[in-house]
């Protein structure tokens, strides 16, 4: 059945029947298609088409989909949810711990190539590495996590694979903390973080790093990597349950569409959907030999927005309530046009962490840093999220600068 709606009540699902408009004046290749995303939709708005026809007979019914409009709000909303909540606090201030975070970032790096190569070799993982590496940043998490946070951000495209897995595993031991872990079963968690794609080492580089679609046979062997990083493991002594869990299931999907066994939501732990998640987290906010990453709190937002599927929605949340909203180390515009970078969680309100002011985006220049308690100074707010590469500045270079 064919029925005409505004643009505006357009959703993922639907299928357009007719545009309305002639094929020059639209962005599609296509007359007549199933819209796959909120992308696709906000394509549509930005084209200044007004209303289409939709079939229901090949796609969803406008009674039976969220709108457009309506997702945004729901998403708009559960963000604003998260943002009443408060983070840990911090024991010293991320400029105190930004340079242990760069050694223990760097050590990270070396333990992980490790474990890769050890696993692509068939030889025993040597835990015990990870599980001092994972205890001394356990140490630097408690001191200020946003230290360790910011570092994250640093990835190199080409270096993915490896620091993926350092992301991973200091995401999940500051997750974990947060959650109330600590002891042997955080150190098992971030253990887990650390060696969770360790099976990817036996996934040849060309098809990692692929910029184009990947072939059916392709995606069938990166599909592999759960379950050929469990063997590895198995093989190797003293891995703790924890870490075999994570490795095997951080693929598995709250709707049971997740990969290898595809398993339902009520057999899969707890460990395994917080992987699932920070897993998902850092591959969406890195530069990637095939696309560009995104900024922190629009991956948050979209995680939001598929956690219906994809993700415990109740562990998402507790993730952004413990990595913020504007993680430490983004860089951020303020309302009055200077860029600055987040130094500290704000412990009453998400959306106002504190920030070092830096450089004016009008003048195009620098300034001396200013610092700025947003939730104390309510002629500052955060407007939005900037790309260092595109304004040719070093956030981290900021936060290193100490506070007087
Ligand atoms: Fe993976």
Redesign the pocket.
């Known amino acids: 059945m064919l029925k005409k709606i505004s643009v505006e009540r357009l959703a993922p699902g639907m299928y357009v029947h007719d545009l309305g408009v002639a094929w020059a004046d639209h962005p599609f290749t296509l007359n007549r298609f199933k819209l796959k995303s909120e992308d696709q939709v906000a394509e549509l708005m930005a084209a200044g088409l007004q209303a289409v026809y939709i079939d229901t007979d090949k796609g969803d019914d406008v009674h039976d989909a969220p709108t457009a409009a309506d997702v945004r709000a729901e998403v708009d909303a559960r963000m604003r949810d998260v943002a009443n909540e408060s983070p840990p606090p911090m024991r010293i201030t991320v400029s105190e711990e930004i340079r242990n975070a760069r050694i223990l970032y760097q050590r990270a790096g070396t333990v992980v190539r490790d474990v890769m190569r050890d696993g692509r070799l068939g030889k025993a993982v040597q835990v015990e590495n990870v599980a001092g590496l994972v205890d001394d940043i356990t140490q630097s998490v408690v001191r200020n996590s946003g230290a360790l946070l910011a570092m994250l951000r640093l990835k190199n495209k080409d270096d993915y694979t490896f620091m993926h897995c350092v992301s991973v595993g200091t995401l999940m031991v500051t997750f974990g903390r947060a959650l109330g872990l600590s002891g042997e079963a955080l150190r098992q968690a971030g253990i887990g973080g650390f060696v ?2 360790v ?2 080492t036996l996934v040849p580089d060309a098809i990692l790093n692929k910029a184009g679609k990947l072939s059916e046979g392709e995606f069938l062997l990166i599909k592999r ?2 379950a050929e ?1 469990h063997a590895i493991l198995l093989k190797s002594s003293n891995v703790g349950a924890a870490p075999l869990d994570i490795t095997l299931h ?2 598995e999907r709250m709707d049971g569409k997740g990969y290898p066994e595809k398993l339902p939501a009520d057999r899969i732990s707890q460990l395994a959907r917080m992987a699932a998640i920070v ?1 998902v987290y850092d591959a969406i906010t890195s530069d990637r030999p095939y696309h560009k990453g995104i900024a922190p709190t629009e991956a948050l937002r979209k995680m939001l927005e598929w956690c219906n599927g994809h993700f415990d929605e109740t562990l998402l949340r507790q993730f952004i309530r413990c990595i913020g909203i504007y993680p430490t180390g983004t860089l951020v515009r303020l309302s009055n046009g200077w860029l600055a970078v987040v130094t500290e969680q704000n412990t009453s309100v998400l959306l106002k962490p504190a920030v070092r002011a830096f450089y004016c985006s009008t003048a195009r220049g620098p300034i001396a840093p200013v610092e700025i308690d947003l939730a104390r100074e309510p002629d500052y707010r955060i407007v939005a999220d900037e790309s260092p590469e595109q304004w040719g500045v070093d956030p981290m270079h900021f936060l290193e600068v100490t506070r007087h």
């Open positions: 969770h794609d099976g990817k990597h759960p990083g951080h693929h897993d």
